[in-house]
């Protein structure tokens, strides 16, 4: 165990960010981001996609997120792919976030900022 517990100080500390992990997978939020992780999603990064965007909305401290998996979506040239779907309906996905920073860019400004990034962008509803 790479964190050593001296005090019940520490313990608490440990529960409360297991704690956020589980609320980050859970629940009904406002804001719901699915990674695909098809066989060729997994290939193409969709698992270093997955830990960029819990990062990112763990330093974002968004408690509005779920972060989601699935299988394959079908566009299999497009991955690592991710979809963000809002609670008004509105459902965008992106594409090739293989690329350092696209995730960060994605979180920064389309669910925080409210403004989708259109460089990866695939399509919206």
């Not at 699915?34 to 270093?48: E, F, K, L, P, Y």
């Amino acid at each position: 165990m790479a964190d050593k517990i001296k005090s019940p100080a520490d313990l608490l500390a440990m529960a409360a960010k297991a704690k956020e992990t589980i609320d980050l997978r859970s629940g009904a939020k406002e804001i719901k981001v699915t990674v695909h992780m098809g066989t060729c999603g997994i290939a193409a990064g969709a698992r270093d996609v997955v830990v960029d965007f819990i990062s990112e909305i763990a330093d974002a401290k968004l408690d509005n997120v779920t972060i989601h998996q699935s299988g394959c979506a079908g566009l299999c040239e497009m991955e690592p792919m991710a979809t963000v779907e809002f609670a008004d309906g509105n459902v965008f996905r992106y594409g090739r976030l293989d690329g350092p920073g696209r995730v960060q860019e994605i979180v920064r400004s389309h669910i925080v900022g409210g403004t989708p990034v259109d460089d990866y962008l695939i399509k919206s509803e």
